[in-house]
């Protein structure tokens, strides 16, 4: 079974600075996607960006990039410019890329980004 | 924009009764999940329904849920006889062709007393 690790309960950024958060996971899959999802206090999830496992280039949403690094089974969020409405919890997911495997995501427990002004 | 939505946003109830939550995925979607959320945890699987039936539940969903499609439009979550430890945020989420992207609503907060 995949596991999804995030190491960072919390975490705090100065606004307009970066913050990165991190993530880990195991799997013994060779194909699959990675999801940083964002939850507000709405607690509405909302999804940030995505990274196929295929591609060997990083996935970039505007002020926000991953560091996905296959090998280490690394997959890293970059808020660039941090604002204050990034505050949020940030969970990190995994979903397998093979139909036999189901569709279900696999959330890590998050972390809570403080944006402070 | 299309969205997932969820009724109620909050229930209610006594241990014992059985709740019925509601969810209308976006319309062209064919994919549909819950996922539950108990407090200050990561949210977990339950369950994956395609083409009118279970593709996929996790053990956490035993005899006690049940899922239905019951007409075009709405995706519903029913829990038997609910117990304290379902207090829980419950999320529904569809997904279209592009299966990889799963599209969450807003959340149903039940609270059993």
């Known amino acids: 079974a995949q596991t999804v690790t995030q190491s960072q309960p919390e975490m705090s950024v100065q606004e307009a600075e970066t913050v990165t958060l991190s993530c880990t996971y195991d799997?013994?899959?060779?194909?699959?996607?990675l999801f940083w999802y964002k939850q507000p206090p709405s607690r509405q999830m909302i999804l940030v960006i995505r990274?196929?496992?295929?591609?060997?280039q990083n996935a970039t949403e505007n002020r926000f990039s991953v560091n996905f690094q296959k090998a280490a089974k690394s997959f890293s969020l970059k808020i660039s410019d941090s604002q204050l409405g990034d505050a949020a919890m940030y969970f990190c997911?995994?979903?397998?890329?093979?139909?036999?495997?189901?569709?279900?995501?696999?959330f890590g427990e998050g972390t809570q980004l403080t944006v402070n002004p | 924009e299309p969205e997932v939505t969820q009724t109620p946003s909050h229930q209610v109830t006594q241990m014992g009764q059985e709740v019925i939550l509601r969810c209308v995925p976006i319309?062209?979607?064919?994919?549909f999940y819950w996922y539950r959320q108990i407090l200050g945890q990561k949210v977990e699987f339950l369950v994956s329904f395609y083409n009118n039936e279970i593709s996929e539940k996790s053990e956490i969903f035993d005899d006690q849920f049940s899922v239905e499609r019951p007409d075009g439009s709405n995706f519903t979550l029913k829990i038997r006889s609910t117990k304290l430890e379902d207090s829980a945020m419950y999320f529904c989420a569809s997904a279209g062709s592009r299966l990889y992207e799963q599209f969450f609503g807003p959340g149903t907060r039940l609270t059993v007393l």
């Open positions: 990274q196929e496992a295929y591609k060997q």
């Open positions: 997911a995994y979903r397998s890329a093979w139909e036999t495997s189901g569709s279900r995501l696999t």
């Open positions: 319309s062209n979607h064919l994919y």
């Open positions: 799997t013994s899959e060779s194909d699959y996607y």
